[in-house]
């Protein structure tokens, strides 16, 4: 009595696997080696240079750029600091109050007291408000314009100089 799979070949799905699974092993050997020898592109290379900005000649920026995230602090120490930057954010809160409370009491103008976080519409403006408003916002809007032609100038006059240098 011949045992099961003793003397029989080994199946078309089993030696697609063996297959698949030296392949990968060989390029998992071969990267290995490709980040073994190349000094130049070590992870802290590539990391700066992932970092690092492309800058044309000449480019302009509108603005600093901004950082929006605070590191995390780890530990009992994040605790600590979570609960002091509250404390100090309620009082500053507290302050905010009684100096907006000493405010209306001088002036007593209730009227003019917007609730935090709500935004007044266009069309409640009064009229002098409302002009106000659409000169700033067309101000804006032509001075971003004139940006955005100055830009396209230049980058036109920069394509300009490269066409005249090839027809030399």
Do not use: W
């Not at 699974?21 to 073994?36: G, I, N, P, R």
């Not at 994040?78 to 002091?84: I, L, P, R, S, Y």
């Not at 032609?149 to 090839?166: A, W, Y």
Request: proline share 4%; hydrophobic share 25%.
């Amino acid at each position: 009595m011949v045992g099961k799979g003793i003397n029989r070949r080994p199946s078309k799905t089993r030696q697609k696997r063996k297959a698949y699974l030296s392949a990968k092993k060989a390029s998992k050997k071969k990267a290995h080696k490709k980040d073994d020898s190349d000094d130049e592109e070590s992870v802290g290379y590539r990391k700066e240079k992932a970092l690092k900005d492309e800058v044309k000649f000449g480019q302009v920026v509108q603005q600093p750029p901004s950082i929006s995230v605070v590191p995390k602090l780890r530990g009992p120490a994040a605790k600590a600091a979570a609960t002091e930057k509250l404390r100090q954010l309620e009082l500053a809160k507290d302050e905010d109050r009684t100096d907006e409370k000493k405010k209306m009491r001088e002036t007593n103008e209730t009227d003019n007291f917007e609730k935090v976080g709500r935004k007044r519409k266009l069309r409640d403006l009064p009229e002098y408000e409302r002009q106000l408003v659409l000169s700033e916002r067309e101000n804006a809007i032509a001075l971003y314009r004139a940006a955005k032609s100055k830009k396209v100038r230049v980058s036109e006059r920069e394509c300009g100089d490269d066409d005249e240098m090839d027809d030399e």
